[in-house]
């Protein structure tokens, strides 16, 4: 078990069957699981992302901080290459969250 094998990283490791023993049915429904999942984590980073945004307004400090996009996209290709997926796709989709965040951002302001 490495990091590489994210999908059976779990406490009860050798009972889970590996996706090749699975039926198709089982297959789509753990995607559905993990489409679920994915959607609940990238409500929690805009929440996170906007409590931010908050504290800046508070502080006086502008909204969009490129230093800190580029430490997101550069932590978004490591963790791509941690686990060998492709660190462009990666890092388009985190541009993309970046972005949905500034959108959301300067609609409040
Ligand atoms: C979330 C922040 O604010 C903005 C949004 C970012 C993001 O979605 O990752 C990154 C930098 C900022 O432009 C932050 O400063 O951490």
Do not use: C, W
Not at 10 to 19: F, K, S, Y
């Amino acid at each position: 078990m490495t990091d590489s094998d994210p999908a059976h990283d779990t406490d009860d490791a050798g009972l889970e069957p590996t996706p090749d023993e699975m039926s198709l049915d089982e297959l789509r429904s753990e995607i559905r699981e993990i489409d679920s999942e994915l959607v609940r984590l990238i409500a929690r980073r805009t929440y996170v992302a906007d409590s931010i945004a908050r504290v800046k307004d508070a502080e006086g400090l502008p909204t969009v901080d490129e230093t800190q996009e580029q430490r997101v996209m550069d932590r978004a290709g490591e963790n791509a290459d941690r686990f060998d997926v492709d660190s462009n796709l990666v890092k388009a989709i985190f541009r993309l969250l970046i972005e949905l965040n500034k959108v959301e951002q300067r609609e409040r302001r």
